[in-house]
């Protein structure tokens, strides 16, 4: 009886989240099985915290910056990750202006947001299980403390334009003089598949990017026409001179940085949503099992076709499936360039998944280094299994000889996919990772 109850409330809490329903869609996770406000986190921001708060670590106050350049160096985030936004669109509002922007800091699996003369610091960290969690620490030179959220952030940051997880977005809005977004023009959530010209509005982007345009730099109004000028802001090497940067670590708003930016905050919110949905459907089944008096290893057609379905996307995103490619070539700041790629592992021929390409792409060997990540080594053993194994399905049909229809397939949603491309990027992963080397193993000598 207690297990059919159980059945009855799941099917229920899944009906209202289906039914679009975002307050309900939030209290979902902090439910059976997720429990986000509940379990012990074991993210970068809440370790610091409890070092913080035991005494045996120690932040130090610098004037103008507050605890930033502290923060930074205690998460090994780089200062040369610097991005900037100036528009209205995150908790401190009333301190971001075109004037006085939002600087945001970033490595695998931290970002810090930092406004000049904002209240707060604002932080988040990934979770290996639970995803994107959110914290803030007051800018007063008294004894810092790391407070979490659970609510507020999740306002905006649990929601389709985050896969409905808690998780993280780059938003591209057409911005005003007041640094307020004009919605009536539109907006983008924006990743790796975006079309050039729709990214960075609101965003200061210093770099170079050839004949190719996008929205950054510039402001819009609804009495020009077109609203924005996109050549006003392209090819910017410096900030443009509407403010001082003497409160920021840095003095650029990398664009490839951005670039990176923007892939990053996609593909950790499909890593929750492949975690949170296989763990929802292996629950499911045990209910059911238990209401049934089934065997409790039965698992259903259905349940296997969710998981099926976000390891497919999870797949697809780390292969960069549908990436818009560089009309000219990128050039960004050396010393983000230089942090980023020296994180990577190099194999036996000195390659990496953090080596950039900025000719045509954003990277030499187009499979994402976040399948390196603690996030994605914590996902259930299925879903993770399975998402190597369509990793490893896509490049051997790239490097097939014969133009048979799985390999026309492959050309056609991974145009940058050669099989030169796959064979190096699939020797790669062998070396990276144990159980991608077994799965192409295994289908080696199947095939064999």
């Given at each position: 009886?207690n ?5 009855l ?32 986190s074991?993210?970068?921001v ?12 120690k ?5 103008g ?18 991005v900037?936004?100036f528009?209205?669109t995150?908790l ?19 970002y810090?947001?930092?406004?000049p ?7 988040s960290?990934v979770d ?5 969690l959110?914290y803030?620490i007051?800018?007063s030179?008294?004894s810092?403390?790391?407070?979490r ?17 808690p998780?993280y977005?780059v ?10 977004p ?16 729709e990214r960075?509005?609101?965003?200061y ?9 996008h929205?950054?730099n510039?402001l819009?109004?609804?009495e020009?026409e ?13 900030l ?9 670590p ?14 990053q ?19 499911y ?7 049934l008096g089934r065997k ?17 996307q ?18 960004g ?11 990577g592992i190099l ?16 990277f030499?060997y ?7 990540s603690?996030?994605?080594a ?11 194994q ?21 050309a056609?949603d ?15 992963l ?7 080397r ?7 000598k199947?095939?064999?």
């Open positions: 009886m297990a059919c109850r159980s059945v409330r799941y099917l229920l809490a899944l009906l209202c989240a289906n039914l679009g329903s975002l307050g309900v869609a939030q209290d979902e996770i902090f439910e059976r099985p997720i429990y986000y406000g509940t379990k012990p074991r993210d970068a809440a370790i610091l915290a409890q070092q913080l708060e035991a005494g045996t670590t932040l130090e106050w610098q004037e910056q507050g605890w930033l350049p502290s923060l930074l160096k205690q998460l090994d985030v780089a200062p040369a990750s610097q900037m936004v528009s209205k995150s401190q509002i009333k301190h971001i202006s075109p004037e006085n922007p939002r600087a945001i800091f970033f490595n695998d699996d931290v810090i947001g930092f406004v003369g904002g209240g707060l610091i604002e932080l960290a290996p299980e639970q995803g994107a959110f803030s007051q800018q030179s008294l810092p403390k790391i407070e959220d659970q609510t507020q952030c999740l306002s905006c940051h649990a929601n389709a334009k985050t896969k409905n997880v998780g977005l938003r591209s809005v057409f911005t005003g003089r007041d640094g307020q004009i919605y009536s023009l539109g907006t983008t959530t924006t990743d790796h598949t975006t079309p050039f010209v960075f509005g609101g965003w982007v210093t770099g170079q990017h050839g004949s190719i345009r929205r950054g510039a819009a109004s609804l020009k077109p609203p924005l000028d996109i050549d006003e802001g392209a090819n910017l090497q410096e443009p001179q509407r403010f001082s940067t003497i409160h920021y840095a003095s650029t708003s990398d664009i490839v940085s951005l670039l990176v930016l923007e892939h905050t996609q593909g950790h919110n499909f890593i929750t949503a492949a975690n949170y949905e296989t763990r929802r459907a292996e629950d089944q045990q209910l059911m099992n238990e209401a409790s290893n039965f698992v259903s057609d259905s349940t296997v076709r969710r998981i099926d379905k976000v390891a497919m999870l797949a697809e995103y780390f292969l960069f499936k549908g990436e818009a490619s560089f009309a000219s070539p990128i050039s700041d050396q010393g983000f360039q230089t942090a980023f790629a020296g994180e194999n036996s021929h000195d390659r990496s998944l953090r080596q950039f390409d900025l000719q045509s792409r954003l030499k187009p499979c994402s280094y976040l399948i390196e603690e996030a994605f914590a996902l259930p053993n299925n879903v993770r299994l399975l998402t190597l369509k990793i490893a399905e896509v490049l051997a049909n790239a490097q097939r000889k014969s133009l048979d229809t799985a390999q026309r397939l492959v056609a991974y145009p940058h996919l050669t099989a030169d491309v796959a064979a190096k990027t699939e020797q790669l062998c070396e990276l990772n144990a159980e991608f077994d799965i192409v193993n295994a289908a080696s199947s095939n064999n």
